[in-house]
């Protein structure tokens, strides 16, 4: 009997800016194998029947994105460590006929970085810019993969104190006015707010100062519109080595497309430079 093509599919509100379908179709046409994934736009109060529906729809799994990372969350029959950790999943599929839901942005968080900067998790104290969705993620990576002293700072105390609360020991909660006392030691910093992001209020602003760090920091930001944010092109100026926000959107797609389709695809130059052309660099 001939395999039935297997279907997957990214949500969110809006999503005809989303890359995935890029991602995932370029995997599926070098693979070779016959499945199809696309974006499916999906109001919020619309979430609930599609996730019922999807089975009998036929489809293997899919992607979640903003802003339904935390309703599905809530919606799944079981979920995986990570998604337990951070309290939102991005990525679902069936096992025994229950609705699964998993969270790979830490998975491709740490990815980027081990592929561009091996060892990273042994650089000393990391610096988190941000409390949001994105920093929990980004927290749950840094404390899997043993770093001992997490700092988060962000505009909002509050938040900061709540996230470093809900990950627990060796991670601690700041205003953003302490950074200069942060990064003096710091061997990682890390921006998950949308500060520098290209159309974003603070667009063109640097969320902090990397000519506070010594000079064996590493620097990495989440976002990658533009691939070169103001923080990684102060970073870079002063000699430091720093990681674009791409490779994590990349590697974060890794962990779905092997569920759904049974290979696990590989994150090549030829996938990243696709995407670089598409976001116009
Ligand atoms: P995400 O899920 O992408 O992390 P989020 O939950 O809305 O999005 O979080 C956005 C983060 O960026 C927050 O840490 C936010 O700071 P506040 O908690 O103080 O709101 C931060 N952020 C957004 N715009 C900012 C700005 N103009 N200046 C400083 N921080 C900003």
Redesign the pocket.
Known sequence: MAEVARRAFVIGHPIAHSRSPMIHGHWLKTLGLDGSYRAIDVAPQDLGAFLSSLAECGFAGGNVTIPHKEAAFAAVGRCDEAAEAIGAINTLWFEDGILCGGNTDAYGFAANLDARAPGWAANGPAVVL??????RAVVHALKARGVADIRIA???LA?AESLAARFGAGISAHA?GALADLLGDAGLLVN????GMQGK??GGDL?ADPALLPAHALVTDIVYVPLETPLLAAARRRGLKTVDGLGMLLHQAVPGFERWFGHRPQVTAELRALIVADLGG
């Open positions: 941000g409390a949001g969705g994105a920093a962000n505009r909002t938040r953003s998950t707010t949308s500060l209020e603070g969320p």
